[in-house]
Each structure stands twice: as structure tokens, then as C-alpha cells.
């Protein structure tokens, strides 16, 4: 069973940037279609972005759609979300998935990480 954990999150001021990292063990990550999901609190659960396994074609939710960027690394069992331009808004706690149909729907999702905490101060 694929185990994922993530890092990279921390305090940002709005308008920096930020990596955050997913770490896969356990499994083959190329296996899988990879997403990142964050929440705030008291909001659900929203999609950010989705990487296909086959050719990597990225996927992102409007509201971050010019500022993230998902890459992953097949070598290294690991996949990036790169935060430029942060918003308070941004603030939450992201969560990275790994399922096997690329979406950004969690319920989609078989494994996930236990999250990383995100805060853009204003």
C-alpha cells in the first residue's frame, strides 16, 4: 500500500511563493494519478491539481490556475506543487492523493497524506 507524506508548507506573505513536496513510499508513484487538495477551515474539501500518469497532462482548479504549477518526479517517487503569487485565500491545509483516474474530486482518491498546513499572511 502506497504510504504519502508531505513538507514544504510553512508561512508565506501574500504574493511569495512556495514548494510543496509529495513523498511516496510503499508503491510505484508512476502507477498513479497524483492530486492536491487543500482545506480550510470550515470549508470542504476543494481540488487544486491533478497530474495524469500517462503523460503527465496537469489539471487545475480555477482559482489557482495561472499561479500553480504540479510536476512530478517518477525517479524520485515524488510530486511538486509549486505556489507562486499567494493569496491569503491560499491559506489551508494541502493534502496530496494518490488514485487511479486523474480528477479533482476527492472521492476519487484511495491513499492520501496526512496534509501539510499553508498560511499567507496579508
Known amino acids: 500500500q502506497i504510504q504519502l507524506v508531505e513538507s514544504g508548507g510553512g508561512l508565506v506573505q501574500s504574493g511569495g511563493s512556495l514548494r510543496l513536496t509529495c513523498a511516496a513510499s510503499?508503491?510505484?508513484?508512476?502507477?498513479?494519478?497524483i492530486g492536491w487538495f487543500r482545506q480550510a477551515p470550515g470549508k470542504e474539501r476543494e481540488g487544486v491539481s491533478s497530474?495524469?500518469?500517462?503523460?503527465?497532462?496537469?489539471f487545475y482548479g480555477d482559482s489557482v490556475k495561472g499561479r500553480f504549477t504540479i510536476s512530478r518526479d517518477n525517479r524520485k517517487n515524488t510530486v511538486y506543487l509549486q505556489m507562486n503569487s499567494v493569496k491569503p485565500e491560499d491559506t489551508a491545509v494541502y493534502y496530496c492523493?494518490?488514485?487511479?483516474?486523474?480528477?479533482?474530486?476527492?472521492?476519487?482518491?484511495?491513499?492520501w497524506g496526512q496534509g501539510t498546513q499553508v498560511t499567507v499572511s496579508s
Open positions: 497530474i495524469r500518469t500517462t503523460d503527465e497532462s496537469a
Open positions: 492523493a494518490a488514485g487511479g483516474k486523474v480528477s479533482l474530486l476527492p472521492y476519487e482518491y484511495n491513499y
Open positions: 510503499g508503491g510505484i508513484l508512476d502507477f498513479y494519478t
